[in-house]
């Protein structure tokens, strides 16, 4: 094992910087949105900052979301961190920066069930459903530029999604998803 780990950390050193060079290099040649992983530290942020990311995914550290919200990059949490109540890692909890209103993005991650979900989290009100929803909709789709979708306008794709709420005593409402609409049509 000791071997194995030893080679492990051979290559990395070896080859991590210029595979990571390229494919930075590469996705800014052809104009593609670019996400950090992960970030702990500010030298992290800074090098997600260098190299031009617009998404911080997953930071791990409120210092770490801290320096990339600054760094003008939108925050990306999983889903399941929010349903569950915090990071099944021990890193910073998705509600955590939805209280200091910087959770940008939410992403099913692991468990694609957990977005519908996570978005009636964010939205203990109906007021607040259209801020909640857009984590899941609007924001991701600009971040990365797609311009067709995301939001309930003419001339977008109408992707929808009808939903009831069960209500269930002590707990939150669970979103039923009643009715799918791709491009506006009828899918399910």
Not at 44 to 53: C, I, L, N, S
Not at 115 to 121: H, M
Not at 177 to 184: E, F, H, I, N
């Amino acid at each position: 094992m000791q071997a194995f780990e030893a080679e492990t950390i051979a290559r990395q050193t070896r080859y991590a910087a210029p595979q990571r060079a390229a494919v930075v290099a590469a996705a800014q040649r052809l104009g593609l949105p670019l996400a950090s992983h992960d970030d702990a530290k500010p030298e992290h942020v800074a090098e997600a900052a260098a190299e031009g990311m617009c998404i911080a995914e997953f930071p791990t550290t409120l210092e770490a979301a801290d320096l990339s919200r600054k760094a003008g990059m939108k925050l990306l949490m999983g889903a399941p961190n929010l349903v569950r109540g915090g990071s099944h890692s021990g890193n910073i909890a998705a509600s955590d920066l939805a209280a200091r209103g910087w959770l940008d993005i939410l992403s099913s991650d692991y468990m694609p069930v957990s977005l519908l979900q996570a978005v009636f989290l964010l939205a203990p009100t109906d007021a607040e459903l259209p801020a909640a929803a857009a984590t899941a909709t609007a924001t991701p789709a600009e971040a990365v530029g797609l311009t067709d979708r995301g939001r309930l306008e003419i001339g977008k794709r109408a992707d929808l999604l009808r939903v009831r709420l069960h209500r269930r005593e002590g707990a939150p409402p669970l979103p039923i998803v009643q009715g799918v609409w791709r491009a506006g049509r009828r899918v399910a």
